[in-house]
């Protein structure tokens, strides 16, 4: 016996591309991807900055920048609408926007880190009155010490298995959609 409710609905459709609302928004956020390695991620850093309406991308370090065919490939068209900008040092890149007033966020599980679900962003952020700048880590080493040292805090996604981490673009939209849920 099927304890949910019967429904007298039609069944579910998924909708088309054309049928889907779309409203552009734009939020403050910028995310920092430091010495990334695989240019798919890279790809998936750009879909996500379009579907979450994030500020600008930033790419630094030794992370792959367009024109690159594999970036193209996971990105879809999303290089071509979402602003970025290249670094050639990460460090550089995170004391400048930091000089900028910006609020430097650290993906990281640190000595000092929240969990994402008990993190709250800072008002400033909230009312639109500063930038959030998400950092986040390379694939396999994390955010680099320098890195961290520039952030005002960290936070992390609590891990249940026996992992310690995910792969960087997947945690990077989750905790992405987790700071839009702030802020919508």
Known sequence: MNSFPSSTRTLIRQLTHHEIKQSRREFPIRLLCPDWQDPRNVGAAFRLSDAAG???LILAGDTPAPPNSRINKTARSTVRSVPYRHYPDA???LRELRGAGHYLLALEITDQSQSIFEYSL?????????DLVLVTGAESQGVAPDLL?????SIHLPM???NTSMNVSVATGIAVYELLRQLA
């Open 149 to 153: 040292a520039l952030c005002h805090d």
């Open 91 to 93: 460090v550089a890149a």
């Open 122 to 130: 800072p008002a400033a952020v909230r009312e639109d009155q500063r």
């Open 160 to 162: 249940f298995g026996q």
């Open 54 to 56: 994030i500020r600008q």
